[in-house]
């Protein structure tokens, strides 16, 4: 069996703080928040624990078995998902000003306009 790791820019934040960010009322149905969060071509991808991530997957890095990829070409993907998703987030009218990340296994961290972060799962 083949691991296959992906790395996304955005923030690891839950679900209610999603639905808080983008203003979605409680009762909206699960497949109501994605389908909001994806009109702005962002994704909420679930990790586990309670955790999701808000942001785009750089999936051009996410077999390192087959696929070689140099430092220098995965920067500059990062680099254009840092940008992609800095612009999608203000598109949508998101407040970054102050919020929760959510660490696995750990308390809430409280962020204010945090620059968007490479997580790996």
């Known amino acids: 069996m083949r691991y296959k790791m992906v790395l996304y820019v955005g923030y690891p934040i839950n679900y209610a703080t999603a639905c808080d960010l983008f203003r979605i009322r409680e009762d909206a149905t699960v497949n109501d928040v994605h389908r909001i969060i994806e009109q702005y071509d962002l994704k909420l991808f679930t990790t586990d624990k ?20 140099p430092v220098d070409d995965a920067l500059i993907l990062i680099l254009k998902a840092k940008a992609a998703f800095k612009q999608r987030i203000k598109a ?30």
Do not use: H, Y
Not at 51 to 68: K, M, N, P
Not at 96 to 121: A, Y
């Open 50 to 69: 309670g955790q999701c991530i808000l942001g785009l997957s750089i999936d051009e890095v996410g077999d390192l078995w087959d696929t070689f990829v």
């Open 92 to 121: 949508a009218g998101v407040d970054i000003s102050e919020f929760d990340l959510e660490r696995m296994e750990c308390e809430p961290l409280r962020v204010k306009n945090p620059e968007p972060f490479l997580i790996s799962c």
